[in-house]
């Protein structure tokens, strides 16, 4: 059965190819059978490959081909599936699957729909292969290849400049990173002499000590890939913008699986980042600096996708604090429950905007509770998820990272706390979002209810949302076992009643009204700080004025260079001898003969001896 | 055929003339079938030339080369009057400065 | 003595009537020269020992070919017309330049003739000899020959159509 593991990519591969070739003019029954089955049957191979995997234990490696071979590098196509890659997997064709389903109604009016379905299966293949990867530079061209697709499905409805530049944005940004990580892989190709992930931390151990120059260099560059994919701090500014896509993409790309690549990068190059005690605080701290600021600002957006995009990177900075603390089973399992709830909540909006005239504000919706329940109870269940009330999915996974990261010899205590206040802010903002969307007085009316391949996607997403922190995730041959955990009951209580404190503040702000902040948020301070959450903590500004203006500016300024003087002389010599040519080109069939004829006359002369 | 036989040259000779005179009808006919006409003209004189040649070495191969250009001028004269109607129809006239459309 | 003596006369109507042939204004009158000019080849053929050539250029190139010219011409319908602007023909800026390019061209070619050693044509070659020739060892070129007919046809045909003339197949 694991032998079955290349499969998983190739059918979304086929389907996509499929898609492409056949440029549109497939019946759109056809095209959604194929780009939602294939990811489905990626899913049950998944489930099959699974199976087997927990059966034997053992994790597998497949060698497909060898890629190429330059001296003594010589990468694979090879698959490696161990307890991280199967977590992945799952939620990738799992998740993928229901959002596929999901975006065979919401696309349905949209023309390009191949087209569409297209980039998305061609998105999950590329995904698969990030995961699966044996070495990190087949690794790389999974991630490359999500980039791509993700700038193509940001850019989607192309028609509108606004979404082509957001789409550019997510790449430009996302490439600086990507940078970082290239460097990072040469400089661990060069000292190492392999990227294959096992034999590289091996070699890694006995060559490296702990808190040596190298490996730390290594990890910060890869963090630097791991931030700019992940839209961490200070590369985050793209995500957001990326909600111009389509919602079901936002759902699957941005939130549920591309987004964690880099945390996927870490947690699979962990063996590297734990000689590296340097790179794994600055992992926490941009990770809590990531969550707390992205917190703030997502309370202040009106936005509904806007909303649930600085909720993504707030909770990817939760995932990196638990990475950077050395929590990575829980970090994963943050991961997973994200994914599931996360999905859910863009499902949940792409359903509120899809039955509500594109609407994106949230303060011109409103006492939607009854009119599109299916929406209010994902929305109910995915925001109880992501502000972890108390049995639900995300509450286990996030106590799971506070509690680790209390631990933490140190900083410990003050990451936690930080931890906290992002807690506190989640519950508020995601509740003030359900309270302002599905109750209060009707702003606008549906024009329809979800249908059937909306609202089961919708249902199963809950239930995973809710159960998912039961799962038992096979890692634990993966990671090196954390220490036994002694959390003091005051601990663990300030941890479970934090939510739900937000929770409570959000109910007095937004719904009955008893608590008024109209005075300070009226307050020449709160008005200032509104403006400047709303702005994202004027990131885009600042790299506008720092990096985008100057450049700008500097291209302005050598526009007359003399490099460019050299090769338009070349063109203008060209384009003489082009107009001088030109004129022997009479359209006379006799100017023709003559020539032929002249040349004859030239040629014997040459044999004959006599010129 | 026995007695005195033709001295090859001036066959040959004949064969040159035959040449040049198609070929000034080429670089001077302005009229598409007289530029036809001319190279056909040359076709023949290359044939006289080959069978001369063969004669002369008592071969046949020179006959059998001769065959071929009948194919290629038949081949060549059907195209080319296609051509000489499709000009006829298009710009209303033969003469070939008309066609000009190459003109750089 | 009998042949030499046809052989220049025939090379001199060849000549000639090719020259007549090229000079015409009517098409007509300069296919009848140019037919009369490929007759006068035929009988050098048949002189320097090669009767089925001179058949077939009878048959095949008076014959067949003058034909198809003869056909395309009724077709056009020129009549009487014939081209005011050939009478340009006289102008010197038209003729110099192709008279003193063919002129050098002409003396190209017989200094090659005069280089080789003088040499006399050889006894009859007879239609059988050809014939063994041909599918024999020029077997396949028999075959590229066929080939080239055909594309020939299918060309003629191709271009033959009236829908061209609408820029439908440009």
Known sequence: MLKLLPLIPLFPLVSSVLLMVTTGKMPKRLVAILGAGSVGLSALTTLLVGLAFMESGQPHHQVLWTWMQVGTFSPDIAFYLDGLTLVMMSVITGVGFLIHLFSTEFMEEDVSYSRYFAYLNMFVFAMLILVMADNLLLLYLGWEGVGVCSYLLVGFWYQNPDNGLAARKAFVVTRVGDTAMALGLFLLFTELGTLDIQPMAAAANSQWQVGDTLPVLACLLLLGGAVGKSAQLPLHTWLPDAMAGPTPVSALIHAATMVTAGVYLIARTHELFLLAPPAMLAVALVGLITSLMAAFTALVQHDIKRILAYSTISQIGYMFLALGVGAWTAGIFHLMTHAFFKALLFLGAGAVIHCLHHEHNIFKMGGLRTRLPVAFWSFLIGSAALAALPFTSGFFSKDMILLQAYELPGAGPWLWAGGLLGALLTAIYSFRLVFVVFFGEAKTEPDRQPGLRMAVPLTLLCVLAIIGGWFALPLADVFPVAGEHHPSHLIEGISIAIPLIGLVLAYLIFLSGQLKIDGLVNSSLGRTLKKFWFSGWAMDLLYDRLLVRPYKGLAYMLRGEWVDVIYNSIVKVCQMLFVGLSHTQTGRLRWYATSMVFGVIVVIALLLGVI | ?104 | MLELILFYMAATIALVSTILALTRVNATHALIYLILSLLAVAVIFYLIGAPFAAVLEVVIYAGAIMVLFVFVIMMLNLGEKGDRREKKLLKPQVWVTPVILALILLVELVLVLSQSAPAETQGLISSKQVGMTLYGPYVLAVEIASMLLMAGLVGAYHLGRRYLEEGGGS
């Not at chain 2, 004949?14 to 001319?38: E, K, P, T, Y």
């Not at chain 2, 001769?66 to 499709?86: D, K, S, T």
């Open chain 2, 1 to 104: 055929m026995d007695g005195v036989s033709i001295p090859l040259d001036h066959v040959l000779l004949l064969s040159a003339l035959l040449f040049i005179c198609g070929l000034l009808g080429l670089m001077m006919r302005r009229n598409v079938i007289f530029i036809l006409i001319s190279l056909e003209v040359m076709l023949n004189s290359s044939a006289v030339a080959f069978v001369a040649a063969g004669a002369r070495w008592g071969q046949a191969d020179g006959q059998v080369i001769f065959m071929l250009i009948l194919a290629v001028a038949a081949a060549e004269v059907a195209v080319g009057l296609g051509l000489v109607i499709q000009i006829q129809r298009r710009f209303k006239s033969l003469d070939m400065d008309d066609a000009d459309r190459l003109r750089g």
